[in-house]
């Protein structure tokens, strides 16, 4: 065989096996890409009836008047019967969080007007009230009446919504709920499996998702409700077989 016929085959051997390797590699990416994109995304809700176990209970009042001692006197006054008041329901003097007295003075701060203020000396008492009795703040917010009937004026501007009611213990549930989320989307991922002939296999990723803390009545005032709803809604991907 002359070595021109002879370097004519080998250049046709390599070109067939170039040919060869051109359609296995695609064909094998191909393969690899499909079973890749061979995965359902599901999504798996778990929601729990909890009840707040922490209220916070915000307390302004104020006093008004011309002559600044007996406007302290007053307020100071004022303050003892919301105190003993709240002691006489039960709360004890941890829970029962005092602030300063805050006093303005209307005639130091016209800011130009000409008109006398009525009462030159405006005093404001607040307290806090944390508690884990959320019962207790409950119906002693409802008896408040009690301090109005006494002249005790309540300012509701800074407070229209007076009390809080929180649920703190978020982390102790989050693992059962995460499991009945994680069990909720595995059936549904059986489902569609069913219907398309396949199989689940292992979780290819996962989201927990966000926790959120809601009125079990769905009104929006989750603070202002004792009684919530908490709800996960976890985002799996499954393999299918």
Same mark, same amino acid.
């Given at each position: 065989?002359? @070595?021109?016929?002879?370097?004519?085959?080998?250049?046709?051997?390599?070109?067939?096996?170039?040919?060869?390797?051109?359609? =296995? =590699?695609? %064909?094998? #990416?191909?393969? !690899?890409?499909?079973?890749?994109?061979?995965?359902?995304?599901?999504?798996?809700?778990? @929601?729990?009836?909890?009840?707040?176990?922490?209220?916070?209970?915000?307390?302004?009042?104020?006093?008004?008047?011309?002559?600044?001692?007996?406007?302290?006197? !007053? /307020?100071?006054?004022?303050?003892? @019967?919301?105190?003993?008041?709240?002691?006489?329901?039960?709360?004890?003097?941890?829970?029962?969080?005092?602030? *300063?007295?805050?006093?303005?003075?209307?005639?130091?701060?016209?800011?130009?007007? &000409?008109?006398?203020?009525?009462?030159?000396?405006?005093?404001?008492? !607040?307290?806090? /009230?944390?508690? !884990?009795?959320? &019962?207790?703040?409950?119906?002693?917010?409802?008896?408040?009446?009690?301090?109005?009937? $006494? %002249?005790?004026?309540?300012?509701?501007?800074? #407070?229209?919504?007076?009390?809080?009611?929180?649920?703190?213990?978020?982390?102790? +549930?989050?693992?059962?709920?995460?499991?009945?989320?994680?069990?909720?989307?595995?059936?549904?991922?059986? @489902? =569609?499996?069913?219907?398309?002939?396949?199989?689940?296999? $292992?979780?290819?990723?996962? *989201?927990? %998702?966000?926790?959120?803390?809601?009125?079990?009545?769905?009104?929006? #005032?989750?603070?202002?409700? +004792?009684?919530?709803?908490?709800?996960?809604?976890?985002?799996?991907?499954?393999?299918?077989?």
């Amino acid at each position: 065989m002359d @070595e021109k016929r002879k370097s004519k085959i080998i250049v046709g051997a390599i070109l067939c096996l170039g040919l060869i390797c051109a359609g =296995f =590699f695609p %064909g094998y #990416y191909y393969y !690899k890409t499909y079973k890749t994109n061979n995965s359902v995304v599901v999504k798996g809700l778990a @929601e729990m009836d909890v009840k707040a176990d922490l209220a916070i209970w915000k307390i302004k009042f104020t006093v008004a008047g011309n002559d600044l001692s007996a406007s302290q006197k !007053k /307020i100071q006054s004022q303050l003892n @019967e919301v105190v003993n008041f709240l002691t006489t329901a039960g709360f004890n003097g941890n829970e029962i969080l005092v602030d *300063s007295l805050s006093v303005i003075d209307k005639l130091a701060d016209r800011y130009g007007t &000409e008109q006398a203020p009525t009462y030159r000396y405006i005093l404001t008492q !607040k307290l806090t /009230i944390k508690s !884990k009795n959320v &019962e207790l703040v409950e119906k002693s917010v409802s008896e408040t009446s009690k301090l109005v009937a $006494k %002249g005790i004026l309540f300012d509701g501007n800074e #407070y229209s919504n007076p009390v809080s009611y929180l649920f703190t213990g978020l982390n102790d +549930i989050k693992p059962k709920m995460l499991e009945e989320a994680t069990k909720n989307a595995k059936q549904s991922a059986n @489902e =569609f499996a069913k219907a398309s002939g396949s199989s689940v296999g $292992k979780i290819r990723k996962a *989201s927990q %998702g966000v926790f959120s803390i809601l009125s079990q009545d769905d009104d929006g #005032y989750e603070k202002q409700s +004792i009684n919530k709803k908490v709800r996960v809604v976890s985002t799996i991907e499954y393999w299918l077989d």
